[in-house]
């Protein structure tokens, strides 16, 4: 039975990826960003298989049948998650068959069936598939000495059935469609496309020659990704976690994707050998595998696609920018705080990251890494710095799902470079967003800091929103040096004067918040952005201030597993959704009360409502003290909040309400954040 408490939280994140698709049918949204939403839904969906179903049908296996919090089992979760995801799956056919591909076709753009190619178009093709195409295909027949195949990962795959005309003798081949391959073949008309399944389709005789295809049907399966590696019983964290990147393609299938068109027999078969229950069936009308509409989303058409923002350089900075000053100049007349991607990440954070390497008064630069980019500026300038004999060290949580073998390239490339690599905390994952360097300033040694909500991954910082905070603040220095000796070394001691930090007093000191709050009664307010929330300590305070009067305001991105607005249970809470062109990432913590007086406390920094972030993660929270990035503070959570704006809202009901104007997507409170930040740059 559902607890009436509690929300399930892998049905809240559908509920999210929900929100998520309901934006490609956002009549407001120009249309190729119509396209890529739902692209982003699928590529979602792949993820949430990879890991969350994966575990779920792990404890399946292990007969574990104990319920969640929410009272669910781990098969009655699988069973609500099936009919939910073949309903949504229903929703983003139905937008992209009846809404996308009509008003691509209307704009030119079009993704075509081999049948419904102009005869020129397919001779083109025709020509891609000899040159091409062709060359790099492998047909792998099942028969007594060719035993079923291998299939890997979110491979796009051709199942077969071939027959011997002379013999009568019938066998499955399965055809892999190579990754290396466009999935969307461009016509002669580069806004015109053909799936590449469906070209090797058309030439099949050409691979079973003297055979008769009776059928030929795409499937796709998914597959247990998630690492299982136990870090206290490591010798070598790098060669274990290397290891298991090795053994992830091997894990076992949990869910496989079929066209509408395939066979009884043939979906059998593939159940058979995958040893996967019709449940775990998706079967689509449209194309499998949708993702690739990001590939339709490229072309380049700019006015249908959003306007550009460009970041702008933070005022403070800008101003020391003309005047020639160093970065460290300003952060020692005032802390920082730069909000991303309307302020640019390159002039903050990775401008403070390259002075600090060119620097010959910097000594040292210590950096937690959980995930960033291919090609780093940030981490080049580590390298830079390791080079002319500053002391480096970084540490790498190796273990940041699906980044694990960026880090571990990067692990190896920094090691080689001299910097000083560690993996962290055995039993913990560092998930931190921390920089210190420490320099000899005319006045002696100084200790500046970086702490922000976000990555240090400069490709996703120009498309997630975070806040980042830079100062030279004595006590901030003294508990980031307290941070990284822990890290790095052999403590116990976790004394810390301004950060929060987990797992050791991060609940605690919310908790207490929180309390505190609910001692001021109806003279309370809490107000939280987060990503998730899906504590159920964190879940029943909340409850409790709510009881007492406490207005409480949550923005929360993705999951939430409490319920708002219910009479008798949290008649004072509100939990809004912001979707938009950025991802929202930041977390901020507001406590009217927090700091006495009547005085409230803002805190930023990398954790979530997550059991996960508050005792099984290295998590970081700041107190953020100044009254002028108070009031920045204030004003994006006004943006968020206004009535006007479009966002979504949680009800009583556990629904989620679209709210804001009907016929469009404006005002949205990232356009009005992006307006309000250039033209404080103006002036």
């Given amino acids: 039975m559902p607890d009436e408490r509690h929300l399930n939280r892998e049905l809240s994140w559908l509920d999210f990826n929900r929100r998520v698709l309901s934006l490609a049918g956002e009549v407001g949204i120009p249309l190729l960003e119509r396209v890529k939403f739902a692209a982003i839904f699928s590529s979602n969906l792949d993820e949430f298989f990879q890991v969350r179903v994966a575990a779920l049908h ?43 591909r009509p ?28 040159q091409r195409i062709f060359p790099v295909l492998t047909p792998l027949a099942v028969d007594p000495a060719h035993p079923f195949p291998y299939i890997s990962n979110l491979a796009l795959s051709l199942a077969a059935m071939v ?107 593939l159940l058979r050998e995958l ?66 991607p309307y302020e640019s990440f390159a002039s903050s954070v990775e401008a403070f990251l390259s002075e600090s ?34 002391q480096v060290a970084v540490l790498v949580e190796l273990k940041a799902r699906f980044d694990e073998a960026t880090n ?3 692990a190896k490339t920094l090691e080689r470079a001299g910097v000083h690599v560690v993996y962290g905390v055995v039993g913990l994952k560092t998930h931190a967003k921390c920089v210190l360097v420490v320099r000899s300033d005319a006045d002696g040694l100084r200790r500046y800091v970086h702490l922000g909500t976000g990555n240090y991954n400069s490709r996703t910082a120009r498309l997630y929103e975070d806040i980042g905070y830079i100062t030279c603040d004595p006590a901030i220095g003294e508990d980031a040096t307290q941070l990284f000796n822990h ?63 406490v207005q409480i305001d949550l923005l929360v991105r993705g999951i939430c597993c409490l319920r708002a607005g219910v009479p008798g249970l949290s008649p004072n809470i509100r939990v809004r959704s912001v979707l938009g062109r950025y991802l929202e990432h930041s977390r901020i913590y507001r406590f009217a009360n927090g700091s006495g007086d009547a005085a409230p406390l803002f805190l930023i920094g990398s954790a979530d409502l997550m059991p996960r972030n508050l005792d099984r993660r290295v998590e970081t929270l700041v107190p953020i003290l100044h009254p002028k990035h108070q009031a920045w503070l204030e004003q994006v959570i006004k ?12 009800q009583p009901d556990n629904t989620w309400l679209r709210v804001g104007s009907a016929d469009a997507f404006e005002p949205h409170s990232q356009e009005r954040m992006y307006h309000w930040v250039s033209a404080k740059q103006r002036r």
Wanted: with cysteine; net charge negative.
């Fill in 58 to 100: 792990d404890q399946v296996a292990a007969h574990i049948s104990a319920v969640g919090h929410d009272g669910r089992s781990p098969a009655q979760q699988l069973a609500a998650i099936g009919e939910v995801v073949r309903e949504l799956l229903g929703i983003q056919e139905d937008i992209v068959a009846n809404e996308l």
């Fill in 275 to 340: 040893e996967l229950e019709p449940a775990d069936v998706t079967v689509h009308r449209e194309l499998l595998d949708l993702t690739c509409l990001f590939a339709i989303h490229a072309v380049d058409r700019p006015t249908l696609k959003d306007a550009q923002w460009v970041p702008v350089t933070a005022g403070r900075i800008a101003t020391a920018l003309e005047a020639g000053r160093s970065l460290f100049s300003v952060i020692r007349e005032r802390a920082l705080l730069v909000h991303h």
């Fill in 408 to 410: 571990v390239t990067w």
């Fill in 103 to 130: 008003l691509l076709q209307k704009e030119g753009i079009e993704i075509l069936a081999w049948d419904d190619l102009e005869p020129a178009e397919r001779n083109h093709t025709i020509d891609i598939f000899r």
């Fill in 163 to 269: 027959r011997d005309p002379e013999t009568g003798e019938r066998r499955f081949a399965r055809l892999k469609v190579p990754s290396i391959l466009p999935r969307l073949v461009a016509l002669p008309n580069p806004e015109r496309f053909v799936p590449v399944e469906q070209v090797i389709a058309a030439h099949l005789h050409t691979l079973f020659i003297g055979m008769e295809v009776e059928e030929v049907a795409a499937f796709r399966i998914t597959r247990n990704v998630d690492l299982s590696v136990d870090d206290e019983d490591a010798d070598d964290l790098l060669a274990a976690v290397e290891l298991e990147l090795r053994r992830r393609r091997f894990g076992r299938a949990v869910r496989l994707e079929v066209e509408a068109t395939i066979s009884p027999e043939m979906l059998e078969l």
């Fill in 639 to 650: 943006f968020y909040l206004a009535d006007d704006v479009v966002a979504f809202e949680l």
């Fill in 357 to 390: 390497a060119d620097d010959p008064r910097v000594q040292s630069i210590k950096m937690t890494l959980y995930r960033t980019s291919g090609d780093s500026p940030i981490l080049r300038s580590l390298i830079r710095a390791a080079d002319r004999g500053v």
């Fill in 487 to 549: 890290l790095t070394g052999y403590s116990r001691g976790q004394d810390y004067n301004a950060l929060v930090v987990a797992p050791h007093s991060l609940r605690p000191r919310l908790l207490e918040l929180i309390a505190n709050e609910t001692a001021h009664g109806p003279e309370g307010q809490i107000t939280i952005k987060t990503n998730s929330i899906g504590d159920p300590e964190m879940i029943e305070a909340l409850y409790a201030a709510s009881d007492a009067g």
